[in-house]
């Protein structure tokens, strides 16, 4: 999950999961960019000036267990994940990448 400001106040919700990432106050300038990585095994936050980012997140947030969810823990694989945050303008953008990971037994 990608988004580039200028903006703050930015969370990130998956409301079909209950899973939240909080980033309090923090705000991106023009043209940074915040970069949350789901991998497993490898869940980052980057910030494209800073480098690690992970102590913007709120208490409340966990980043360790925040996932896009495969079906059929949620039916079909349809999350709604929610980007918010203040103070957005024209250039501010969020993108949601994933690939489809296939586990076998």
Known sequence: ISLTGPCDTISIDNNTTGERLDFG???LDAGETLTVDCTPGRKTVTHSVDGNAQHWLT????LAT???APHPE???GIND???TFLNGQAAT???VSYYVRYLGI
Do not use: E, K, N, R
């Not at 208490?59 to 966990?62: K, L």
């Open 25 to 27: 106050l923090y705000a």
């Open 59 to 62: 208490s409340d947030s966990d």
């Open 66 to 68: 925040f996932h896009i």
């Open 74 to 76: 949620v039916p079909g």
């Open 81 to 83: 994940v929610q980007v």
């Open 93 to 95: 953008t969020v993108t």
